[in-house]
Protein backbone atom coordinates (compact mmCIF):
# COMPACT_ATOMS: atom_id res chain seq x y z
CA UNK A 1 0.00 0.00 0.00
CA UNK A 2 1.29 3.44 -0.91
CA UNK A 3 2.82 6.02 1.57
CA UNK A 4 4.49 9.37 1.74
CA UNK A 5 6.53 11.04 4.36
CA UNK A 6 6.28 14.05 6.06
CA UNK A 7 9.13 15.10 8.53
CA UNK A 8 9.85 18.43 10.48
CA UNK A 9 13.15 18.87 11.51
CA UNK A 10 13.51 22.12 13.89
CA UNK A 11 16.73 24.04 14.59
CA UNK A 12 15.60 24.33 17.93
CA UNK A 13 15.28 20.55 18.81
CA UNK A 14 17.94 19.54 21.03
CA UNK A 15 18.85 16.55 23.22
CA UNK A 16 19.06 17.78 26.73
CA UNK A 17 22.90 17.28 28.21
CA UNK A 18 24.32 16.89 24.74
CA UNK A 19 27.57 19.08 24.52
CA UNK A 20 27.29 21.53 21.95
CA UNK A 21 24.63 23.42 19.41
CA UNK A 22 23.77 20.68 17.38
CA UNK A 23 20.17 20.42 16.46
CA UNK A 24 19.21 16.59 16.91
CA UNK A 25 18.05 16.23 13.58
CA UNK A 26 21.97 16.52 12.67
CA UNK A 27 23.33 14.62 15.65
CA UNK A 28 25.74 12.03 13.68
CA UNK A 29 25.13 8.08 14.76
CA UNK A 30 28.14 5.78 13.59
CA UNK A 31 28.62 8.00 10.57
CA UNK A 32 24.90 9.17 9.24
CA UNK A 33 22.67 12.07 10.84
CA UNK A 34 19.83 10.84 13.09
CA UNK A 35 17.80 12.12 10.13
CA UNK A 36 19.29 10.40 7.38
CA UNK A 37 19.06 7.33 9.70
CA UNK A 38 14.93 8.05 10.07
CA UNK A 39 14.61 8.49 5.85
CA UNK A 40 16.82 5.13 5.70
CA UNK A 41 14.39 3.50 7.63
CA UNK A 42 11.41 4.84 5.81
CA UNK A 43 12.96 3.91 2.89
CA UNK A 44 13.21 0.41 4.11
CA UNK A 45 9.48 0.08 4.90
CA UNK A 46 8.28 1.03 1.60
CA UNK A 47 7.73 4.62 1.32
CA UNK A 48 7.53 6.51 -1.97
CA UNK A 49 8.68 9.86 -1.00
CA UNK A 50 9.93 11.87 1.80
CA UNK A 51 9.35 15.67 2.58
CA UNK A 52 11.52 16.89 4.61
CA UNK A 53 10.51 20.72 6.04
CA UNK A 54 12.83 22.60 7.97
CA UNK A 55 14.63 25.87 9.30
CA UNK A 56 18.22 24.37 9.99
CA UNK A 57 21.04 25.39 7.69
CA UNK A 58 20.67 23.55 3.93
CA UNK A 59 24.63 22.21 3.88
CA UNK A 60 24.13 20.64 7.48
CA UNK A 61 20.41 18.85 7.19
CA UNK A 62 21.33 18.02 3.77
CA UNK A 63 24.26 16.00 4.75
CA UNK A 64 24.19 12.21 3.65
CA UNK A 65 20.68 13.16 1.58
CA UNK A 66 21.45 16.08 -1.16
CA UNK A 67 21.62 13.45 -4.13
CA UNK A 68 18.51 11.41 -3.07
CA UNK A 69 15.92 12.49 -6.13
CA UNK A 70 13.08 10.75 -3.47
CA UNK A 71 13.70 13.08 -0.69
CA UNK A 72 12.52 16.30 -1.39
CA UNK A 73 13.89 19.13 1.37
CA UNK A 74 11.62 22.32 1.97
CA UNK A 75 13.62 25.39 3.74
CA UNK A 76 11.89 28.01 5.63
CA UNK A 77 12.76 30.34 8.50
CA UNK A 78 12.09 29.19 12.20
CA UNK A 79 9.15 31.47 12.56
CA UNK A 80 6.87 29.78 9.16
CA UNK A 81 8.23 26.29 10.13
CA UNK A 82 4.58 24.64 11.23
CA UNK A 83 2.71 26.97 8.32
CA UNK A 84 5.29 25.71 5.68
CA UNK A 85 4.80 22.70 7.01
CA UNK A 86 1.05 22.66 6.78
CA UNK A 87 1.54 23.95 3.27
CA UNK A 88 3.51 21.25 2.33
CA UNK A 89 0.90 18.68 3.31
CA UNK A 90 -1.35 19.93 1.22
CA UNK A 91 0.35 20.46 -1.71
CA UNK A 92 1.89 16.78 -1.39
CA UNK A 93 0.41 14.36 -4.40
CA UNK A 94 -2.62 12.15 -2.87
CA UNK A 95 -3.44 10.07 -5.73
CA UNK A 96 -3.07 6.55 -4.82
CA UNK A 97 -1.33 7.33 -1.77
CA UNK A 98 -3.51 5.77 1.52
CA UNK A 99 -1.86 7.21 4.11
CA UNK A 100 1.00 10.00 4.97
CA UNK A 101 3.83 9.49 7.95
CA UNK A 102 3.91 12.51 9.82
CA UNK A 103 6.75 12.61 12.43
CA UNK A 104 9.29 15.00 13.91
CA UNK A 105 12.92 14.22 13.25
CA UNK A 106 13.68 14.52 17.49
CA UNK A 107 13.25 10.89 18.11
CA UNK A 108 14.06 7.49 16.36
CA UNK A 109 11.84 4.58 15.69
CA UNK A 110 12.08 1.02 13.43
CA UNK A 111 8.18 1.04 13.34
CA UNK A 112 6.09 -1.95 11.07
CA UNK A 113 4.45 1.28 8.98
CA UNK A 114 2.63 -1.63 7.03
CA UNK A 115 1.06 -2.61 10.24
CA UNK A 116 0.22 0.90 11.27
CA UNK A 117 -1.40 1.79 7.48
CA UNK A 118 -3.76 -1.76 8.29
CA UNK A 119 -4.53 -0.68 11.86
CA UNK A 120 -5.88 2.71 10.40
CA UNK A 121 -7.47 1.77 7.83
CA UNK A 122 -9.34 -1.23 9.70
CA UNK A 123 -10.17 1.72 12.27
CA UNK A 124 -11.53 3.97 9.67
CA UNK A 125 -8.71 6.31 11.74
CA UNK A 126 -8.45 10.00 10.40
CA UNK A 127 -5.29 10.22 12.34
CA UNK A 128 -3.49 7.54 13.83
CA UNK A 129 -1.52 8.08 17.04
CA UNK A 130 2.01 6.04 17.71
CA UNK A 131 2.04 4.70 21.62
CA UNK A 132 4.85 2.79 23.23
CA UNK A 133 2.24 -0.08 24.96
CA UNK A 134 -0.21 1.31 27.64
CA UNK A 135 1.88 4.40 28.02
CA UNK A 136 1.50 7.81 25.32
CA UNK A 137 4.61 7.87 23.80
CA UNK A 138 6.81 10.93 24.06
CA UNK A 139 7.64 10.75 20.33
CA UNK A 140 5.68 12.84 17.90
CA UNK A 141 4.48 10.64 15.20
CA UNK A 142 1.24 10.14 13.53
CA UNK A 143 -0.35 8.97 10.35
CA UNK A 144 -2.91 10.65 8.92
CA UNK A 145 -5.31 9.62 5.81
CA UNK A 146 -4.16 11.86 2.84
CA UNK A 147 -7.09 13.42 1.98
CA UNK A 148 -7.66 14.71 5.30
CA UNK A 149 -5.86 18.30 5.41
CA UNK A 150 -8.15 19.98 8.31
CA UNK A 151 -6.57 16.83 10.67
CA UNK A 152 -3.17 17.65 9.26
CA UNK A 153 -3.61 21.57 9.75
CA UNK A 154 -4.69 21.01 13.31
CA UNK A 155 -1.49 18.91 14.25
CA UNK A 156 0.87 21.34 12.61
CA UNK A 157 -1.06 24.04 14.16
CA UNK A 158 -0.32 22.18 17.60
CA UNK A 159 2.89 21.34 16.82
CA UNK A 160 2.30 17.64 16.82
CA UNK A 161 1.24 17.39 20.10
CA UNK A 162 -2.60 17.02 19.49
CA UNK A 163 -4.68 15.84 16.84
CA UNK A 164 -7.99 17.90 16.06
CA UNK A 165 -9.88 13.47 16.12
CA UNK A 166 -8.82 11.24 18.11
CA UNK A 167 -8.90 7.52 16.47
CA UNK A 168 -7.75 4.09 17.71
CA UNK A 169 -3.91 4.46 18.88
CA UNK A 170 -1.69 2.00 16.99
CA UNK A 171 0.85 0.46 19.98
CA UNK A 172 4.36 -0.68 19.20
CA UNK A 173 4.67 -4.32 19.71
CA UNK A 174 7.59 -5.76 21.23
CA UNK A 175 9.40 -6.71 17.92
CA UNK A 176 9.52 -3.13 16.84
CA UNK A 177 12.62 -0.40 18.21
CA UNK A 178 11.61 2.67 19.65
CA UNK A 179 14.23 5.52 21.43
CA UNK A 180 12.24 8.77 22.76
CA UNK A 181 15.54 10.39 22.83
CA UNK A 182 14.63 12.33 26.43
CA UNK A 183 18.48 12.61 27.25
CA UNK A 184 21.97 12.09 26.37
CA UNK A 185 21.83 8.56 28.18
CA UNK A 186 19.12 7.32 25.68
CA UNK A 187 20.72 8.88 22.72
CA UNK A 188 24.15 6.60 23.57
CA UNK A 189 21.66 4.09 24.04
CA UNK A 190 20.79 4.21 20.44
CA UNK A 191 24.10 4.02 19.45
CA UNK A 192 25.41 0.71 21.62
CA UNK A 193 22.10 -0.43 20.29
CA UNK A 194 23.49 -0.48 16.85
CA UNK A 195 26.97 -1.37 17.39
CA UNK A 196 25.37 -4.55 19.20
CA UNK A 197 23.06 -5.27 16.46
CA UNK A 198 19.61 -4.78 18.65
CA UNK A 199 18.33 -2.17 15.77
CA UNK A 200 19.05 -1.73 11.82
CA UNK A 201 20.97 1.28 11.91
CA UNK A 202 24.35 0.25 10.14
CA UNK A 203 27.39 1.31 10.92
CA UNK A 204 28.87 3.46 7.72
CA UNK A 205 32.48 1.45 7.31
CA UNK A 206 33.50 -1.79 6.53
CA UNK A 207 33.98 -4.35 9.52
CA UNK A 208 37.45 -5.19 9.52
CA UNK A 209 36.95 -7.71 12.18
CA UNK A 210 34.40 -8.94 14.27
CA UNK A 211 32.54 -5.93 16.36
CA UNK A 212 35.26 -3.02 14.80
CA UNK A 213 34.25 -1.03 11.97
CA UNK A 214 36.14 1.64 10.34
CA UNK A 215 35.14 4.09 7.81
CA UNK A 216 36.60 5.36 4.55
CA UNK A 217 40.49 6.95 4.93
CA UNK A 218 40.12 6.45 8.64
CA UNK A 219 43.45 5.83 9.46
CA UNK A 220 44.41 4.02 12.46
CA UNK A 221 48.33 3.67 13.25
CA UNK A 222 49.90 0.00 13.91
CA UNK A 223 51.06 0.57 17.27
CA UNK A 224 46.89 2.23 18.17
CA UNK A 225 44.73 -0.84 20.05
CA UNK A 226 40.80 -1.09 19.11
CA UNK A 227 38.93 -3.37 21.52
CA UNK A 228 35.63 -4.54 19.77
CA UNK A 229 32.81 -3.12 19.51
CA UNK A 230 34.02 -0.31 18.52
CA UNK A 231 33.57 2.14 15.74
CA UNK A 232 36.05 4.60 13.66
CA UNK A 233 33.96 7.53 11.53
CA UNK A 234 35.68 8.25 7.82
CA UNK A 235 39.04 10.22 8.24
CA UNK A 236 39.23 9.92 11.81
CA UNK A 237 42.85 9.54 13.30
CA UNK A 238 44.02 7.40 15.91
CA UNK A 239 47.53 7.71 16.69
CA UNK A 240 50.13 5.27 18.13
CA UNK A 241 49.83 4.56 21.74
CA UNK A 242 46.21 5.21 22.05
CA UNK A 243 43.71 2.42 22.88
CA UNK A 244 39.84 2.91 22.12
CA UNK A 245 37.98 0.45 23.62
CA UNK A 246 34.16 -1.26 24.45
CA UNK A 247 31.31 0.58 23.15
CA UNK A 248 33.32 3.62 22.38
CA UNK A 249 32.27 5.53 18.88
CA UNK A 250 34.60 7.71 16.61
CA UNK A 251 33.14 9.99 14.60
CA UNK A 252 34.11 11.25 11.13
CA UNK A 253 37.27 13.45 11.14
CA UNK A 254 37.88 12.58 15.42
CA UNK A 255 41.46 12.90 15.78
CA UNK A 256 42.96 10.79 19.22
CA UNK A 257 46.31 11.82 20.15
CA UNK A 258 49.16 9.06 21.20
CA UNK A 259 48.57 7.32 24.99
CA UNK A 260 44.85 8.54 24.98
CA UNK A 261 42.24 5.72 26.28
CA UNK A 262 38.50 6.15 24.99
CA UNK A 263 36.44 4.15 27.51
CA UNK A 264 33.03 3.50 26.78
CA UNK A 265 32.82 7.18 25.14
CA UNK A 266 31.03 8.74 21.63
CA UNK A 267 33.43 11.38 20.10
CA UNK A 268 31.48 13.85 17.56
CA UNK A 269 32.41 15.04 14.67
CA UNK A 270 35.91 17.18 14.14
CA UNK A 271 36.62 16.50 18.04
CA UNK A 272 40.44 16.50 18.59
CA UNK A 273 41.22 14.86 22.25
CA UNK A 274 44.86 15.49 23.45
CA UNK A 275 47.35 13.26 24.27
CA UNK A 276 47.40 10.84 27.09
CA UNK A 277 44.09 11.08 28.36
CA UNK A 278 41.80 8.85 30.00
CA UNK A 279 38.19 9.47 28.88
CA UNK A 280 35.05 7.56 29.80
CA UNK A 281 31.35 7.43 30.05
CA UNK A 282 30.99 10.71 28.15
CA UNK A 283 29.76 12.25 25.07
CA UNK A 284 32.16 14.80 23.80
CA UNK A 285 31.57 17.49 21.06
CA UNK A 286 34.31 20.23 19.88
CA UNK A 287 35.60 21.37 23.18
CA UNK A 288 32.42 20.06 25.46
CA UNK A 289 32.37 16.77 27.81
CA UNK A 290 29.25 15.71 29.52
CA UNK A 291 29.68 12.87 31.61
CA UNK A 292 26.96 10.62 31.74
CA UNK A 293 27.49 9.11 34.99
CA UNK A 294 27.83 12.36 37.00
CA UNK A 295 25.21 14.57 34.26
CA UNK A 296 27.36 17.43 34.37
CA UNK A 297 28.54 19.39 31.27
CA UNK A 298 32.59 20.18 31.01
CA UNK A 299 33.91 22.97 28.95
CA UNK A 300 38.07 23.02 28.39
CA UNK A 301 39.56 26.09 27.40
CA UNK A 302 42.88 24.32 26.53
CA UNK A 303 43.08 22.94 23.08
CA UNK A 304 46.06 20.44 24.57
CA UNK A 305 43.03 18.85 25.73
CA UNK A 306 39.73 19.09 23.65
CA UNK A 307 39.57 21.02 21.22
CA UNK A 308 37.11 21.43 18.06
CA UNK A 309 38.75 20.49 14.68
CA UNK A 310 38.39 22.96 11.70
CA UNK A 311 36.00 21.65 9.11
CA UNK A 312 38.06 22.54 5.97
CA UNK A 313 40.99 20.39 4.82
CA UNK A 314 43.45 23.18 4.01
CA UNK A 315 42.44 24.50 7.61
CA UNK A 316 43.26 21.43 9.40
CA UNK A 317 46.68 21.35 8.06
CA UNK A 318 47.39 24.96 8.58
CA UNK A 319 46.30 24.57 12.39
CA UNK A 320 48.77 21.23 12.42
CA UNK A 321 51.57 23.03 11.55
CA UNK A 322 50.89 25.93 13.44
CA UNK A 323 50.56 23.82 16.21
CA UNK A 324 54.06 22.21 15.35
CA UNK A 325 56.20 25.31 14.28
CA UNK A 326 54.81 26.81 18.21
CA UNK A 327 55.77 24.03 19.92
CA UNK A 328 59.53 23.75 18.92
CA UNK A 329 60.86 26.88 19.72
CA UNK A 330 59.16 26.91 23.18
CA UNK A 331 61.16 22.99 23.33
CA UNK A 332 64.57 24.50 22.38
CA UNK A 333 63.64 28.19 24.93
CA UNK A 334 62.71 25.72 27.84
CA UNK A 335 65.68 23.35 27.68
CA UNK A 336 67.94 26.61 27.50
CA UNK A 337 66.36 28.11 30.80
CA UNK A 338 66.80 24.46 32.44
CA UNK A 339 69.80 24.72 35.00
CA UNK A 340 72.52 22.11 35.42
CA UNK A 341 71.39 19.40 38.17
CA UNK A 342 73.86 17.44 39.34
CA UNK A 343 72.34 13.53 38.74
CA UNK A 344 71.64 11.76 42.14
CA UNK A 345 71.68 7.85 42.07
CA UNK A 346 68.15 6.67 42.15
CA UNK A 347 66.72 3.03 42.22
CA UNK A 348 65.04 1.96 38.63
CA UNK A 349 60.94 1.90 38.36
CA UNK A 350 59.05 -1.05 39.06
CA UNK A 351 56.34 -1.55 36.58
CA UNK A 352 53.47 -3.54 37.75
CA UNK A 353 50.41 -4.47 35.66
CA UNK A 354 47.31 -4.81 37.66
CA UNK A 355 43.86 -5.34 36.94
CA UNK A 356 41.99 -4.36 40.08
CA UNK A 357 42.44 -0.79 42.20
CA UNK A 358 45.36 0.30 40.83
CA UNK A 359 44.99 3.77 42.38
CA UNK A 360 45.75 2.08 45.77
CA UNK A 361 48.96 0.06 44.52
CA UNK A 362 51.03 3.06 43.83
CA UNK A 363 51.34 4.13 47.31
CA UNK A 364 53.34 1.17 48.06
CA UNK A 365 56.27 2.31 47.05
CA UNK A 366 58.54 5.20 45.63
CA UNK A 367 58.99 4.90 42.07
CA UNK A 368 56.63 2.19 41.33
CA UNK A 369 54.79 2.32 37.76
CA UNK A 370 51.12 1.49 37.27
CA UNK A 371 49.99 0.21 34.18
CA UNK A 372 45.98 -0.76 33.94
CA UNK A 373 44.85 -3.14 31.78
CA UNK A 374 42.17 -2.05 28.77
CA UNK A 375 40.16 -5.12 27.07
CA UNK A 376 40.59 -8.44 27.11
CA UNK A 377 44.62 -8.71 26.75
Given at each position: ??????????????????????????????????????????????????????????????????????????????????????????????????????????????????????????????????????????????????????????????????????????????????????????????????????????????????????????????????????????????????????????????SVDCGSVIEDAWVQPFTGIGAGLDVTHAVLNGDKLFHLKRNVEVTTFDAKLLRQRKQSAA???????????????????????????????????????????????????????????????
Amino acid sequence: MAMKALIIAEHAARIPGFPGETPTACVEILGASLLARIVAHLDRSGFQETVIVTDIDAKQAQRGLKDRTDVCFVHTDTAHLWRTSERAFEEMESAGIRGVAVLRADCYAEIDWQAVLAHHMHYGNRVTRIWCGDEPCACDIFMVSAARRNEAATLMRNSLHEERTAGVRYRVSEGEYINELRDCHMLQELAKDALYRLNQIEPIGREARPGIWIGEGARVEKEARLVAPVFVGARARVHGGAVVTRDSILEHHVSVDCGSVIEDAWVQPFTGIGAGLDVTHAVLNGDKLFHLKRNVEVTTFDAKLLRQRKQSAAARTAQAAAALFSYIPAQIMHSKRRPAVAEAPCRPAVTVEVERQPENVAKLAPGLAVVRRYGNE
